[in-house]
C-alpha cells in the first residue's frame, strides 16, 4: 500500500487534473468522448467523460447532490475514486447554466476492509461545475429551475392552496413539493400519481393544471399557467421528473 505521503502527491495531481477540467469547461472546449443516462428510477445521471488521457466515470446522486465515481488512467495503473459533496446550487432557469460548487476528494483502492475515512484526501476545494456538465444535453427543465418557481409564485401561496397545513390536498411548498408528487398516489384519482416520471398523461398533476381532473382547474383563484410555465412542467415531467 502507498504510504500517505505518495498518496497525497498522485492526488495534488488529481487535482491538477480537476482544476485543468473545469478550465476546459469554462472555455467550452467540451471532451471529444462523453455521455450521460438517466437512471431509470430518476434517482441518478451516470456520467463518462474524457478528460486528457483520462476518463471520468461518475455518477450524480440527486437525492443528495453527490458525485462519486472512478477515474480511469490510460498507463494501466489502478483506477482512483473521486467524492464530492454540493456545497452550493445557484439555481438558473437555463439548465445548462446552473452551477454546482463542490468539495471534491479523491483516494486509492481500499486494500481490505476497514476503508477508513483517513483514506481520502481533498483534491479540490470550491469546486464549480456548471449544468452542462452534470446533465444531460438539450435539457430543457429542471425542477429547482423551473418547476418549482411556479409551484412557490402560483400554487403555494396562501394556507388556501398546496402549503405545508394548508387546505390543499399535496404540499407544493418547498422543500417538501418534489417528495409530496413524485409517484405519490393522487387522493381525488387513484389511478393516477401526482406525478409519473417520462408520462405527462400518466401524471394527475398535469390533469389539474389543464383543467381536466375532476373539480377546479388549478391553480384555483387565479389565472391558468402559461403556455411557458405549462411547458415547463410538461418538459420536466417528460424528462424523468428528477429532482434536479
Known sequence: MRSTDSRIK?????????TALVASIASG???QQSGIQQTPDSARYLISKDVGAERWAISFNLSDKTVTGNVFKTDGSPPSFVFCNNLTEAISPNPADIQYTLDCYGANACAAAPCSGSQW????????????FLLPDETKATFSGNVQPIFTQSCATNLACHVAGGAGPVDLSNPGAYAAIFEVRAGQ????NYVTPFDVDGSYLFDKILGTGL????PIGAPPLSAEQTDA????????????
Open 10 to 18: 498522485a492526488w495534488a495531481t488529481r487535482a491538477a487534473v480537476a
Open 215 to 218: 373539480g377546479a382547474r388549478m
Open 29 to 31: 472546449a467540451a471532451a
Open 233 to 244: 412542467i410538461r418538459n420536466w415531467i417528460l424528462e424523468g421528473a428528477v429532482n434536479n
Open 189 to 192: 384519482n387513484q389511478s393516477k
Open 121 to 132: 484526501t481533498l483534491i479540490a476545494a470550491g469546486i464549480q461545475l456548471p449544468g452542462s
